[in-house]
Nanobody
Framework: QVRLAESGGGLVQAGGSLRLSCVDSGRVVRPYTTGWFRRAPGKEREFVAA????????DYANSVRGRFSISRDTAKNTVYLQMASLEPEDTAVYYC????????????????????WGQGTQVTVSS
């Protein structure tokens, strides 16, 4: 059974940092792209960042570019989202997702392109 599990969320003050992890059960067919999305209360789900299988190609939403960094540890089946300079506007449930079949990024910001999703982890940034 394919499973993606996020962890690392929590409560942090504005200006602080968090690192989210997304662990793959090992059953997602390689190669695949991993994306991070988030959904804030009352808002649509939005793209945050994505990384291809080899880790050579990344993409970020403009709202997080320069503050967030995505990386992959293939040996650990884990993708990380390092978040810095957090703002209250970053408060949301963060989800990771896997897109099968591409070695390079392909429409990484479109949630419809992803095949598997995790359950999400809550990030709350206080002002």
């Amino acid at each position: 059974q394919v499973r993606l599990a996020e962890s690392g969320g929590g409560l942090v003050q504005a200006g602080g940092s968090l690192r989210l992890s997304c662990v793959d059960s090992g059953r997602v067919v390689r190669p695949y792209t991993t994306g991070w999305f988030r959904r804030a209360p009352g808002k649509e789900r939005e793209f945050v960042a994505a990384i291809n299988w080899s880790g050579t190609d990344t993409d970020y939403a403009n709202s997080v570019r320069g503050r967030f960094s995505i990386s992959r540890d293939t040996a650990k089946n884990t993708v990380y989202l390092q978040m810095a300079s957090l703002e209250p506007e970053d408060t949301a449930v963060y989800y990771c997702a896997a897109q099968r079949g591409h070695r390079t990024l392909y429409a990484p910001s479109s949630p419809l392109q992803y095949d598997y999703w995790g359950q999400g982890t809550q990030v709350t940034v206080s002002s």
